[in-house]
């Protein structure tokens, strides 16, 4: 909508509203289903680009802008000890992600790992869940 809004594509921009509607209403129906189960809503797509901004473009087109909104609310808000950010074997907007976490681990001063999976358990990855377990674990005893 925003491409079509800047280059004057009123077709695309009508096209890509209706796209827009109708992924809203899929989502609502979606989510009115799953409220039971989860008691945590997620952000609108607009809501995630502004916090993302902050770090990488909304306009480059990467799954990595979503991702990173997502992360950071998680990170600034009280209810979450951490982020555990899971991505395909060699995704480049996931290790665009991966590359940026450990600054945003140490800006909130909390735990930011990232796994990759490809369809087989990892030792690495399980070593990575021990030491951010381990890493919650201490600062609950430290009173953070």
Not at 7 to 20: E, M, N, P, Q, R
Not at 31 to 53: I, N, P
Not at 77 to 94: E, K, L, W
Not at 134 to 143: D, N, S, Y
């Amino acid at each position: 909508i925003e491409d079509a809004t800047r280059d004057k594509a009123i077709f695309k921009k009508i096209t890509g509203s209706l796209k827009k509607q109708i992924q809203l209403h899929d989502e609502a129906s979606i989510s009115r289903e799953c409220k039971k189960a989860l008691d945590f809503k997620e952000l609108a797509t607009e809501d995630l680009l502004k916090l993302s901004s902050r770090l990488i473009s909304p306009r480059c087109g990467s799954e990595a802008v979503l991702s990173l909104g997502s992360g950071l609310e998680w990170m600034e808000n009280p209810r979450f000890a951490g982020v555990i950010s899971v991505m395909p074997h060699g995704c480049m907007p996931g290790g665009i992600v991966a590359a940026m976490s450990e600054n945003i681990s140490s800006h909130y001063s909390k735990p930011w790992i990232s796994l990759t999976y490809d369809g087989f358990m990892e030792s690495n990855n399980i070593l990575k869940l021990d030491n951010f377990a381990e890493i919650l674990k201490f600062c609950t005893k430290a009173g953070r």
